[in-house]
């Protein structure tokens, strides 16, 4: 690395003082609730429609589950699966498992019982705290072929009164025998274990990544990983000193985890939580709370831009707004701001690096490549490095595209049990993304896609981003995305699948033409098919795959 021409940190011209300048984060989460418990014990921590916990009151609460935990017999270094939405159950669920000693396992709500199991059953998950319709929907027979010895289940309802029937669409079941109430539990008073702080070191979450390129892994996060992101967040975003943050993002992605619930709990601030995103309650909610900050994908802005009701006023208390999780086209950062007045500030992270490797600096602008017409997701922070290297591992010029690989103190360790794959993804413990990008010479890193989205189109190669961003300029288009297609001739061929704006009209074959104004030759898409959505992950991410199985499950149903 000495050699390396990225190793002396362009990118450091453009970060503030409070960006460069050193930090000292605590050990863990559990630390920093301390410290806020220390110094500011009533302030609301968790605001959940009309109900409030001060940081006091969680601080109890979370005890008590730890305490419970404990005595249930979960030991130090046990695994703990959470399966809940945004609510408090979720932060009481984890503060509590951590102060057990424990490692936390956050799994997707949105998954079917095949993909939980094999979670439960990878990760040796010892206790599994989820929600009560989904213990008795489908849990209860998972947890049931895999280690899980200890269940807590809640109900979202606690914890507030209003009832919002456009989120909290659930009666209360009665308590499952087989399993303990979270919210009984946490008000039980019961004292948390002495002697299990967590280091560093210690794996706070196993992280299991969507499965995009085969059977899920599971990344583990450090306290270590997540402590320095949730410090350089607090440092880096210049948000007033008692910040309030929505949580658009899911708490169980690493996004969440740790942009929301971490920022704001290292920065002694209020996080607010709606249960899971609709675009009228979180509206509501931006009234009602007046957030500073929030982070969500591309298609959770889309989606508040296209409510009926959204006004200017709803965005006017926010100081910072960022992306990730989903490409973030220039086009709709132009209309955002047209609109509403906020510059969303484009980022780029894994799970493997602990969310955010890169993000734009508060007073700077992401500038777009004039040759691509990509946006720049940001730069490194100052503890970083991130290089681009071609092939074979060698770095190539700035400028030039490459795969993108990141060494810092936000770079997991390796994979959950997974030693051939620790070593392939992280050599000497630097991550190989599997992204292809390149960085231009102040430092501004671009990314153009997944490595294997790259589309072959007669030996041309196309990246779905390029066409996806021309796709996003044009007034109807709401949602796009890009796949490679079978084709006879060409090997494969581009196809686009679209949704509208409300109200809007246009046909496919307006929509190729449009593309192929703007793009050479073999880049437009041969082929268009409006949706009324695009398949999405919980986080917001369009998920092309099943996009591209789409194709292929049409194409076997016309033979």
Request: proline share 8%; charged share 25%.
């Amino acid at each position: 690395m000495t050699d390396s021409r990225y190793a002396a940190k362009p990118w450091l011209a453009l970060l503030g003082d409070a960006q460069r300048a050193p930090i000292d984060p605590a050990d863990s989460l559990v630390h920093a609730l301390r410290r806020a418990v220390d110094e500011t014990p009533d302030r609301t921590f968790l605001a959940y429609f009309d109900g409030r916990l001060t940081y006091r009151e969680v601080d109890e609460l979370s005890d008590s589950v730890a305490g419970h935990l404990a005595a249930r017999g979960l030991e130090r270094g046990d695994r703990v699966a959470v399966l809940l939405q945004n609510s408090p159950h979720f932060v009481l669920a984890v503060l509590g498992a951590w102060k057990a000693g424990a490692t936390v396992v956050p799994v997707n709500p949105m998954y079917k019982s095949g993909e939980v199991g094999h979670v439960l059953r990878d990760g040796e998950v010892a206790a599994l705290i989820c929600s009560d319709r989904a213990w008795e929907s489908y849990l209860r027979d998972t947890a049931a072929d895999s280690p899980v010895r200890i269940v807590l289940t809640g109900c979202e309802l606690d914890f507030q009164t209003r009832g919002d029937t456009r989120v909290l669409t659930f009666e209360r079941l009665p308590q499952a025998e087989d399993a303990d109430d979270l919210t009984a539990v946490a008000r039980a008073g019961h004292k948390a274990p002495e002697g299990r702080d967590a280091g560093p070191a210690d794996i706070a979450l196993i992280s299991y990544t969507s499965g995009t390129s085969g059977t899920p892994k599971g990344a583990t996060n450090t306290h270590g990983n997540i402590m320095h992101n949730a410090e350089r967040q607090r440092t880096g975003l210049a948000l007033p000193g008692t910040p309030v943050y929505f949580a658009m993002a899911p708490l169980f992605h690493i996004t969440g985890m740790v942009c929301q619930l971490g920022a704001c709990l290292n920065s002694a601030g209020t996080l607010v939580l709606a249960y899971r995103f609709e675009a009228g309650v979180v509206l509501d909610a931006f009234a009602e709370h007046r957030p500073h900050y929030t982070v969500g994908p591309s298609t959770a802005f889309m989606a508040l831009a296209a409510h009926p009701s959204v006004t200017p006023d709803h965005f006017s208390s926010f100081v910072n707004i960022s992306s990730g999780g989903a490409p973030l086209p220039p086009a709709l950062v132009e209309k955002f701001r047209a609109g509403f007045g906020p510059y969303i500030r484009n980022g780029y992270g894994l799970t493997e690096c602990t969310a955010p490797c890169a993000s734009v600096p508060p007073g700077l602008e992401a500038p777009v490549d004039p040759a691509s017409g990509t946006l720049a997701v940001g730069v490194p922070g100052p503890d970083t490095v991130v290089r681009i290297v071609d092939d074979r591992g060698q770095e190539v010029p700035f400028g030039e595209q490459g795969e993108i690989v990141v060494r810092g103190p936000q770079v997991v360790p390796g994979y959950w049990r997974r030693p051939e794959a620790t070593a392939e993804t992280f050599p000497d413990g630097e991550l190989r993304t599997g992204d292809i990008g390149f960085m231009d010479p102040q430092g501004w890193l671009y990314v153009v896609d997944r490595k294997k989205d790259m589309i072959n189109a007669s030996g041309f190669k196309v990246w779905p981003r390029e066409v996806e961003d021309v796709l996003y300029t044009h007034p109807a288009v709401r949602e796009a995305a890009v796949v490679g297609v079978p084709d006879g001739y060409r090997g494969e061929t581009v196809k686009a699948y679209i949704s509208l704006r409300p109200g809007a009209e246009t046909d496919p074959d307006s929509l190729a033409v449009y593309c192929k104004e703007r793009l050479a030759a073999y880049k437009y898409p041969r082929q268009v098919e409006i949706l009324p959505d695009l398949p999405k992950t919980a986080s917001g991410k369009i998920l092309r795959r099943e996009l591209r199985s789409r194709t292929h499950d049409h194409k076997r149903q016309q033979k």
